[in-house]
């Protein structure tokens, strides 16, 4: 009676009745935000498809693009087209190799299918066919080979197309950009892992399938469930089709967008509310996570192995765009000094009235061959000391002397001298006696005394060679008319081999330690000695770009901007190159101080403040692999550079401070704790208690166990 009284009562009409307004309000709020939410959804899903499969487009597209600059490159390679008039079989084994490397540098190609309509040959990265008829068979993709029509590859109208070959069990999506008016005509090999891989990132809920077909809508390559008919925007029975041309090359990307789940996805939303909040914060935690192992952790590792720093809280993009700017710079500068090498020797050369009219013709073909050649050249540079006047022209009477396997250069040759850089193909089975034969030969043949260098690959080191072959000549003697630079006594008295190249070494080790006070005497040092020893130009000139070369590097490698040091860089080479050094040497050595004053002045405007270093040294000092790489690249600059800021900043060496740091750590922890000498050496950073023993006592004067139990008995020994 009491509960049929309660609903009677007018409370409960208010209450039943609110109870139908809020569930007459909370259906209709229902079915309206249902609605409403469902049309969003639609819109906001099928925005995403479609920004998707620009993506996806976008990709495809670029891959293609990089094909084709490919094969750009492709089409210019010296081996590659070498091979079109060989018939050896090492060439085409070069052409191979070479399409090796092409394919491997864009994702989107697994193969390289090179024709040579002359040859009738084909090419691909494992295997050569020959063409016949009017058709290619490739047997490598499938049992029964797959046929490429004549039409496709000798047609201009398949360029920048895809075009799709098949053989019921294979099947191949083939790529052209090039032409067949050469002769010749590379086609590239779709990957189509790849292809599925990059199609698979627009398939989901909203997408069901995905397709590339060509402009008449013949089905290339799919993903996914098959797409019916249609254009874009156009429903149909399963779903609605989404269309987007690509603007290279003329392809299509089709995809078949879902609706049905749309239902299901917004009611789950109402009715798993918070278990979808929390499967959300769930998943986001794992996206999360492999996302930065996917983006994060491959970026922090190549900037680890490109830049050398392990500082895990550096700006990984600016480092990396530094070390490669820096490494542009130096590549800039490599280029730079052999181009000058090129123009010292092709100067110094031909410009010699001393050498015959027809030496001179042909030095200028033979200068250009060892600079530009394919084929790993061994070099030396052979001085020869005439005893007597030899009958008829000597000098083409020692070029005779060398077979048609050398490249012999004549740079200087007078009454009573002749000096030779010679040039031959590096083989296994020859070593020094491949240019001492035909010395040999000379020395029987004419009345002379011959000194020659050691060998090098690199044109780089002509100067070099041309300055050990000089020292080989100052031991020649009528009982020893012919010595190698190697042969010489290494205990020697009162000679010192290679003196300019000595000063330059030395020069090179001063500006890796960042002395400065050293670098401008080492340099003043080796223009006395060039003044000295009487060099003959082409000698001068080469060490001097050398010299250029190395400082600019040094700047380079200190993060200096390239354009505070461009231009005086530039003038110097400049200067080294072209100029008489008698009437320059003045000015080339401004030019050598002023880079140095570049270097050494901004290397100490570097930004690295006092402060920073003795912070960071201060709360890393503990740890046992502490070093002076690791504050380096802390900070992302070069050791040597780290060292000389160090030794500026505090006046002592990195080393030094830090034990200074650990030893009066150790002295207040063996004052006021009772920890093991063991566990103190540990805590200041050394792993083995004897060496922090023996460190200990030698700054010291007792070991750590005395120091403890002095420190004990007398406070005032305690550090404060």
């Known amino acids: 009676m009491k509960w049929k009284g309660f609903f009677q009562s007018t409370l409960a ?13 909370v259906t209709g709020l229902y079915f309206i935000i249902n609605t409403q939410l469902k049309q969003e959804y639609l819109k906001l899903y099928r925005n995403e498809s479609r920004n998707q499969i620009s993506y996806v487009a976008d990709r495809i597209s670029k891959g293609l693009l990089e094909i084709e600059k490919a094969d750009m490159l492709l089409a210019s390679d010296v081996n590659i087209i070498d091979a079109r008039y060989s018939s050896a079989d090492y060439s085409h084994y070069l052409v191979i190799n070479e399409l090796k490397k092409y394919c491997s540098r864009n994702i989107l190609s697994s193969d390289i299918i090179y024709l040579d309509r002359k040859s ?8 050569q066919y020959g063409i016949s008829g009017s058709s290619l068979d490739l047997t490598m993709y499938g049992t029964k080979g797959i046929v490429i029509p004549g039409s496709y590859y000798d047609s201009d109208a398949s360029l920048n197309k895809i075009f799709k070959v098949t053989n019921g069990s294979s099947t191949l999506l083939l790529f052209s950009p090039g ?3 050469s002769g010749s005509r590379a086609i590239y090999v779709l990957d189509q892992n790849e292809l599925r891989s990059i199609l698979d990132a627009c398939l989901s809920k909203g997408v069901s399938g995905v397709e590339l077909t060509d402009p008449s809508g013949r089905a290339l390559f799919s993903s996914g469930s098959a797409l019916p008919p249609g254009a874009d925007g156009e429903p149909s029975s399963s779903g609605e089709i989404i269309t987007l041309d690509l603007p290279y090359p003329a392809i299509r990307v089709r995809a078949l967008f879902q609706k049905d789940f749309i239902e299901a996805a917004t009611n789950a939303v109402f009715v798993n509310t918070y278990l979808m909040v929390g499967l959300l914060v769930a998943a986001g935690v794992v996206i999360i996570f492999f996302s930065m192992k996917m ?22 993009i600016t480092l990396l765009d530094s070390t490669y700017h820096a490494s542009e710079e130096l590549n800039m500068l490599l280029q730079k000094r052999l181009n000058n090498y090129r123009t010292v020797i092709r100067e110094s050369i031909l410009g010699s009235e001393a050498l015959p009219e027809n030496v001179r013709n042909t030095a200028s073909d033979s200068i250009d061959k060892l600079f530009a050649s394919g084929d790993k050249l061994t070099m030396a540079v052979v001085k020869i000391l005439f005893t007597a006047p030899p009958e008829g022209n000597g000098v083409e009477r020692i070029r005779s002397r060398f077979s048609a396997a050398f490249t012999c250069i004549v740079l200087k040759a007078d009454g009573g001298e002749a000096s030779l850089l010679i040039a031959w193909k590096d083989r296994k089975d020859e070593d020094a006696a491949a240019l001492k034969r035909p010395l040999e030969s000379i020395l029987r043949e004419l009345p002379c005394m011959i ?3 050691n060998r090098s690959a690199s044109p780089l080191d002509i100067a070099r060679l041309y300055s050990n072959a000089t020292a080989a000549e100052n031991f020649l003697n009528p009982g ?3 010595l190698g630079y190697d042969d010489i006594p290494e205990n020697t008295e009162n000679y010192e081999k290679n003196y300019s190249y000595q000063l330059f070494d030395q020069l090179a080790d001063t500006l890796e330690k960042m002395d400065s006070e050293s670098s401008f005497r080492l340099v003043r040092e080796l223009f006395d000695s060039i003044d000295m020893r009487k ?12 010299t250029a070369t190395l400082i600019g590097t040094c700047i380079s490698r200190s993060s200096i901007k390239y ?22 040497k003045g000015e080339i050595l401004e030019s050598f101080n002023a880079m140095l004053e570049i270097l050494f002045t901004e290397s100490s405007d570097a930004g690295v403040s006092c402060a920073q270093i003795e912070a960071f040294v201060k709360e890393n000092f503990r740890q046992p692999d502490f070093s002076i790489t690791a504050l380096a690249d802390h900070f992302g600059v070069s050791i040597a550079y780290m060292s000389f800021l160090f030794k500026k900043k505090f006046s002592v060496n990195f080393s030094s401070y830090v034990w200074r740091l650990r030893y009066e750590k150790s002295r207040l922890l063996l004052a006021t704790t009772n920890y093991s000498i063991e566990k103190i050496g540990a805590l200041v950073g050394y792993d083995n208690a004897s060496s922090f023993r023996r460190k200990f006592k030698d700054e010291c004067g007792v070991s750590p166990s005395q120091y403890r139990k002095k420190a004990r008995e007398t406070p005032d020994m305690q550090p404060g």
């Open 563 to 584: 354009e505070k040091y461009s231009g005086v860089l530039a003038h110097a080479l400049d200067l080294c190159r072209k100029s008489n050094y008698v009437q320059t």
């Open 13 to 25: 009409k208010y209450v039943f009745s609110y109870a139908a307004i809020l569930a007459t309000v």
């Open 535 to 546: 060099d003959p130009e082409m000698f001068i000139r080469c060490i001097l770009i050398d």
């Open 451 to 453: 000194a020659f260098s």
């Open 120 to 127: 009738s040959t084909a090419y691909t990265t494992s295997c």
């Open 480 to 482: 020893r008319r012919i």
């Open 179 to 181: 032409d067949s008016s």
């Open 295 to 316: 983006t994060y952790s491959p970026l922090h590792e190549l900037k680890k192995h490109i830049t050398n720093s392990r500082d895990r809280f550096s700006n990984d």
